[in-house]
């Protein structure tokens, strides 16, 4: 599954240049020309980072950046501040705001591309590693396997993206529209009751004889990854 990106900028060129080099390199990209369309994006969407322009329309990338930290489903959003704002003072500013990183117009694609690369490793390793563990699962994404315990586990490709999405963010609460939008993609179509199918295909092919379901079930709201599992810890 690809980390996606939210690019926060009202400059159409330079937008456009950005999402065309960060999904050469791989991610899914949205973008966002105000900081009130970026709001709605986040709460419908949470992306893995946002590249934020300190410079918006309306709703400043500072003010932005603040009321993303006051949320808790985005309090630890890993955000990249762009700006044409260098100074020092400016910098501390936009760091003590909440930013991860800071980058001064104009700046290199590959400089840029490496600071994401760095705040997506210290933030988010899970995104930057081919080895994902959580208690005693671990998925090899490069060779696309699952184990548990001492066992190899079987899943499906959709069963798959799901126990993988979900150990990216250990604790967290999905809702079924937030599980369909991620997994299957917002563009098909399917019933909301299909992800409680794959959910339960997921735990039939996890969970032996005897081992904690580490898939909890959160009425009302939707499924999270249980940080109760022995030896798992969350973000």
């Known amino acids: 599954m690809k980390p996606t990106v939210l690019i926060v900028e009202d400059e159409e060129a330079l937008s456009t240049l950005l999402r065309y080099n960060l999904e050469k390199e791989g991610y899914d990209v949205a973008v966002a020309m105000d900081g009130e369309e970026a ?16 410079m918006l329309p309306g709703v400043s990338g500072i003010e932005l950046c603040r009321r993303l930290r006051g949320r808790p489903e ?28 800071y980058i001064t117009k104009p700046f290199s694609t590959s ?19 081919d080895i994902v563990t959580f208690g005693d699962i671990v998925i090899d994404r490069a ?20 126990l993988e999405h979900l150990m990216q963010h250990p604790g967290r609460v999905f809702s079924r529209a937030q599980l369909l939008d991620t997994v299957w993609g917002s563009d098909v179509y399917v019933e909301a009751r299909t992800v409680d199918v794959h959910i339960g295909r997921l735990r039939k092919a996890l969970n032996a004889k005897g081992e904690h379901d580490p898939i909890r079930t959160v009425r009302a709201a939707g499924y999270a990854l249980d940080e109760q599992v022995p030896g798992a810890s969350g973000e």
Do not use: C, F, K
């Open 39 to 54: 709001e709605i994006q986040v709460r419908e969407h949470l992306p893995d980072l946002v590249l934020l322009d300190w």
């Open 74 to 101: 985005s309090r630890n959003l890993p955000i990249v501040m762009i700006t044409a704002r260098g100074e020092e003072a400016d910098r501390i500013r936009g760091l003590d705001t909440g930013a991860d990183d």
């Open 111 to 129: 400089e840029l591309l490496a600071r994401i690369r760095a705040v997506m490793r210290r933030i988010r390793p899970a995104l930057a590693e």
């Open 143 to 162: 060779a696309h396997r699952v184990r548990r315990a001492d066992r190899e586990v079987h899943l499906g490709p959709t069963e798959y993206r799901l």
